[in-house]
């Protein structure tokens, strides 16, 4: 069985190794780059390598003379129609789903966030369409509970990927062509790529106030709005806040931040409030330089709730000289069965000398390992 094969990274070269040594005839590989992992190990076993010139998109001359099958091992190079027409078998790929559920660039990132209990890998026709093309072999397997994408993919979709292929290749090379089974469009779900930007947003040391009001009294209508009038009427915003209903009891806490120059009209607004039935105080707390050499950065996360992220998060910072100011994390609930997400908001001192472009960089990868989305 004459194939090409069309890959990248580890992924690929393992497929590599598997189908020779399974004993398919591998005419030709395909990478995105001279310098991949799957090209390097073509070359080390002198097999031809094509380096695609535009690596979103396989052309036909990429295809070697007399291919029978295409193989496509972790590519996100379009095999076009021109190179699966040079082929007698057209082409096959591996997706780590059960097709056509979760159809996309990120299938098993959503398998994780959508909650499955149960994960799978399809071979398919390469054909139009996203991940649409004829079924030719499945599997499945189980998804261990807080298990991340990576530990999924690395414990059973990645082995189960090598092991469907080379049955598929050698069931076309015994029989001399492919099953397919038709996917059911009622079951398609799509799982586009998770965007992760990282943006970084500094703040100068703001000309602000900030004040902390508590009120305690008798529960009744109008307390919260009461207090937010007086904070719109000078401009402030109200930052956070904790209240409850506790015995007929009204008591909360309230931060707010303002102008400096109006933080006293705003604490005399609020105290206003204070009357026998209802005790109001303000405190005031002007905002504290920036140490030395040092600049301020908001930080927001979002991702699924699992033990250990503030423990990474916090030692990814550290490790970059990066101090936590302030902190607030909360688990909350959603209506899909992803479980809980968990949401920390945290403003960090970073140092002069740790350019943005490098913070961005280095939480990147923190971010993807982590399965959340990071804004700073």
Known sequence: MKCTLVGSRFFGAQVFEAMRKDGAEIARVVAPAADDRLAVAAKAAGVPVHVLANPKVVPGEAIAEGTELIVAAHTHARVSNEALARSRLGGIGYHPSLLPRHRGIAAVEWTILSG????????????????????????????????????????????????????????????????????????????????????????????????????????????????????????????????????????????????????????????????????????????????????????????????????????????????????????VGTAAATGQLFKVKAVLFVPDALPSDELRRGLEPLANEMMVDLAL
Request: proline residues 5%; aromatic residues 4%.
């Open 116 to 331: 499955d209990p149960i994960a799978g890998g399809s071979v398919y026709h390469l054909a139009d369409g996203w991940d649409a093309g004829a079924v030719a072999a499945q599997d499945w397997c189980f998804v261990a509970r807080g298990e991340t994408a990576r530990e999924l993919w690395e414990r059973a979709l990645a082995p189960m990927g090598l092991d469907l292929l080379t049955r598929v290749v050698r069931q076309a090379r015994d029989d001399g062509k492919l099953p397919a089974y038709k996917q059911d469009e009622r079951f398609a779900t799509k799982a586009p790529m998770i965007r992760r930007a990282v943006s970084v947003t500094e703040d100068a040391t703001p000309a602000t106030a900030s004040l902390v009001t508590t009120v305690i009294g008798a529960d009744r209508p109008g307390i919260v709005s009461q207090l937010s009038e007086r904070a719109q009427a000078v401009g402030a915003s109200w930052a956070g806040s904790h209240m409850a209903s506790l015995a007929g009891q009204f008591a909360g806490v309230v931060h707010f931040e303002v102008a400096a120059a109006n933080a006293e009209a705003l604490a005399t607004a609020l105290r206003g409030l204070d009357s026998p039935e209802l005790h109001v105080t303000a405190a005031r707390s002007d905002a504290q330089p920036l140490p030395a050499g040092r600049r301020m950065v908001r930080l927001e996360l979002v991702g699924r709730d699992r033990p250990g992220i503030v423990r990474d998060l916090s030692k990814g910072l550290a490790d970059r000289g990066v101090s936590i100011e302030e902190l607030h994390t909360e688990v």
